[in-house]
């Protein structure tokens, strides 16, 4: 009776096991966008990173500091909006920079494996990043126009 006991154990262990989702690729592709710098096309690193969504009370990031952001798309739309705010250290002056960031592109399921089940692929259009202050808009570089679920890859370019 108890070998009988621990066959049947045996036995679940290794289905729990078996039904185990080993997925290790990332399941959401994300917008990268570096910071750089206009004259040298260096990496420019931001102070304050602030990130929301436009249209949802998503804060998506506050108070980062980095030369590149990560930001996720909408899915069921054919753009997303996006406030960023920014600052830099010029001269020894901080220069802060409050931004709308219109980014328009096709949006498509790729079927990655069947562990990871589907990912939302994007096709960038067009993005524009107008300065709030000054209405100015930014230089931007559309540097890879296909966002798919590779981590830390940049598709948009800020040139400041």
Do not use: W
């Not at 990332?26 to 990496?43: H, N, R």
Request: proline content about 4%; charged content about 15%; some cysteine.
């Amino acid at each position: 009776m108890r070998k009988v006991a621990g066959i049947v154990i045996a036995l679940l262990c290794v289905l729990f096991v078996a039904c185990d989702n080993h997925c290790y690729v990332p399941q959401k592709s994300m917008l990268g966008i570096a910071f750089v710098d206009s004259t040298t096309l260096k990496p420019l690193e931001m102070n304050n990173i602030g990130i929301q969504g436009v249209g949802s009370d998503s804060i998506i990031t506050t108070g980062q500091q980095a030369s590149e952001i990560f930001v996720p798309l909408k899915q069921n739309a054919p753009q997303t909006d996006f406030v960023l705010a920014f600052s830099r250290t010029i001269e020894g002056v901080e220069v802060i920079t409050y931004c709308h960031l219109n980014v328009s592109y096709n949006a498509y399921p790729q079927l990655v494996n069947p562990e990871c089940g589907c990912v939302m692929f994007y096709e960038l259009e067009s993005a524009t990043c107008i300065n709030a202050q000054t209405g100015e808009v930014l230089n931007m570089e559309l540097y890879n126009t296909n966002v798919v679920n590779i981590e830390r890859d940049v598709h948009l370019k800020i040139h400041l």
